[in-house]
């Protein structure tokens, strides 16, 4: 989140890049493109989402080997799509609230999660959906698009209730411009100008399913105009771009009077690495060597790039950050695996009754309990 006045952020990308080419503000290398301005960030800020990407990429890694070892459970990995998850959540301010799906964790991150919990999730642990009081975020959802008519009924509702200075950022994949939810969601949006920012990481998948057979539109963006919302469409690899058109899309979102107040559909251009989830093998439907292309304009490297180039990272700084980052993971991954609960938690709110079948079971693990003694039944489980 910057520190720095609103206005800093209505630079001229918008209009010198309008039409269906992505707004960029880096080229593919990381060098500033001439006809950009980048946005007006300090160096510390510049440093910090830097480091978010990093730490990203790092956790992101991990967590897939992870759950190879069948230490979590099923993950979405984010790597290629975290540039952009980290530009849209450093362009919030506290106060707004984030609905994100279950591929955005270093959107979460940023805004305010924990990494252990986020990981415990993982891990089973129904703690792990909790949310600090003070961090107004959503819980993670895994239903395609359910999201979208919420985060308006939320924007919505803080309109009524006069909170002008809060915003609600939505995230959404380019399947879920297929659902209904989309359609109803956008629709009440850009009747009643909620303040609200719809980001579609368009990474070119829906699980097996491209782009071009989702929809005849020319681009998910200009799907907005249907619905009476602004649509724009950024290089979502391009951690530069995202933040400072997603910035303005807030600041639209937050303009004090009911004419100059816009909902905004962002489409983040992207693309998925790897896999859906770690249940999925993406080589079954799609050519591999697709992927090369698109790390060509890998969302790290070309922030890096351009932080050498502006003196703003040095070897010395990227040497604390790695560090920095390793510890952070490292520790999230200790404190998740040291969370410890009961068996009988497993069957709580499944039924309204425990079914005979299941409870015998449970008496099964608690006769093993008593026998053996927590320490040596819980080395058993774990």
């Not at 300090?42 to 992101?60: G, N, P, Q, T, V």
């Not at 991990?62 to 790597?79: E, L």
């Not at 980290?86 to 991150?109: I, M, N």
Request: proline share 5%; glycine share 6%.
């Amino acid at each position: 989140m910057s520190t720095q006045d609103d206005a800093d952020y209505q630079h001229s990308i918008g209009a010198a890049q309008s039409g269906d080419e992505p707004i960029r503000v880096l080229d593919d290398d990381g060098h500033l493109l001439s006809s950009a301005e980048p946005p007006a960030l300090s160096e510390a800020e510049l440093l910090e989402m830097y480091a978010d990407i990093k730490l990203a990429r790092h956790f992101d890694q991990r967590a897939v080997s992870f759950q190879r070892q069948g230490r979590i459970a099923t993950y979405a990995p984010m790597t290629g799509q975290e540039g952009s998850q980290v530009a849209t959540s450093h362009a919030l301010d506290d106060e707004d609230w984030l609905f994100p799906t279950y591929r955005d964790h270093a959107a979460k991150y940023v805004h305010g999660a924990d990494l252990a919990t986020l990981l415990k999730t993982l891990r089973g642990y129904r703690e792990g959906y909790s949310v600090p009081e003070d961090v107004n975020l959503m819980p993670e959802y895994i239903p395609i698009a359910t999201q979208v008519p919420q985060a308006m009924g939320m924007a919505w509702g803080q309109l009524l209730q006069g909170n002008d200075d809060t915003a609600v950022l939505c995230h959404l994949g380019d399947g879920a411009t297929s659902e209904g939810d989309f359609h109803e969601g956008l629709n009440f949006a850009g009747v009643f100008d909620v303040p609200a920012v719809f980001v579609c990481n368009n990474n070119q998948w829906a699980i097996s399913m491209p782009r071009e057979r989702q929809t005849a539109s020319g681009t998910i963006a200009e799907k907005a105009h249907a619905y009476g919302v602004e649509g724009v469409r950024v290089d979502g690899m391009d951690p530069l771009a995202v933040y400072a058109v997603t910035r303005a899309a807030i600041k639209k979102a937050k303009a004090p009077t009911d004419d100059e107040r816009r909902p905004t559909l962002i489409e983040s251009v992207q693309y998925r690495y790897g896999a859906h989830t770690t249940s999925d093998d993406p080589s079954v439907y799609r050519d591999e060597t697709e992927s090369e292309t698109w790390r060509d304009r890998d969302p790290l490297d070309r922030l890096e790039t351009y932080l050498y180039q502006t003196d703003v990272l040095d070897a010395e700084r990227e040497a604390v950050i790695e560090a920095r980052v390793e510890d952070e993971v490292s520790a999230a991954i200790e404190t998740a695996e040291r969370a410890e609960t009961s068996p009988e938690r497993m069957v709580e709110h499944v039924y309204e009754e425990t079914p005979d079948r299941l409870q015998e079971q449970l008496d099964e693990l608690n006769a093993l309990r008593e026998k053996y003694g927590d320490d040596a039944f819980a080395e058993v489980l774990g």
